[in-house]
Every structure is written in structure tokens, then in C-alpha cells.
């Protein structure tokens, strides 16, 4: 089975894998490595349809720049005084 990855969407973009699903549950075997580890994708990091791995994609992404404008915000609000 054929899907998309979007666990590391804002680091590596949203990746296909093939794999078997099980529930919400998805495994993937690296058939590069044999022998290796099998990875293990929940709930909303795979999606079988691209269209919702990318609105996943983006809903990620706009939740990482609102909290990067917290952040942003904490920090100009910082003001650093010398002891007396």
C-alpha cells in the first residue's frame, strides 16, 4: 500500500512509503537494510490520500509559525539591566 508520510513534514517534506496499514496504525520495512528495524507511523503522520497530507503539511506549518511569533514576541519582550 502506497501513502504519504507527513511526520517530518517540516524538516524532509512529505515522504511516500509502501507499507501495510493496521487501524491507525502504519509499518514500514526499509527494504534498503535487510534485517532492519520496522518504523511505525500513527494516526495523522500518514495519510493515504496526497491531497490530505497536504492539508496536514500545512496545517503544521501554519501552527509552527504561530508559535514561532509567540516565541518571537517573549523574546523582544526581554530586557536585560546591568547590576547596580
Known amino acids: 500500500m502506497k501513502v504519504w508520510i507527513t511526520k517530518y513534514a517540516l524538516t524532509r517534506g512529505i515522504l511516500q512509503a509502501d507499507g501495510e496499514a493496521d ?3 502504519f509499518e514500514v520495512t526499509d527494504s534498503r537494510h535487510p ?5 511505525y507511523y500513527h494516526g ?7 491531497a490530505a497530507a497536504v492539508k496536514r503539511a500545512e496545517e503544521m506549518r501554519r501552527k509552527k509559525i504561530a ?7 517573549r523574546l523582544e519582550a526581554l530586557i536585560f539591566e546591568e547590576e547596580p
Open 44 to 50: 495523522d503522520e500518514w495519510h493515504i490520500k496526497r
Open 35 to 39: 534485517g532492519a528495524l520496522k518504523i
Open 23 to 25: 487501524g491507525s496504525m
Open 67 to 73: 508559535s514561532l511569533r509567540r516565541q518571537i514576541t
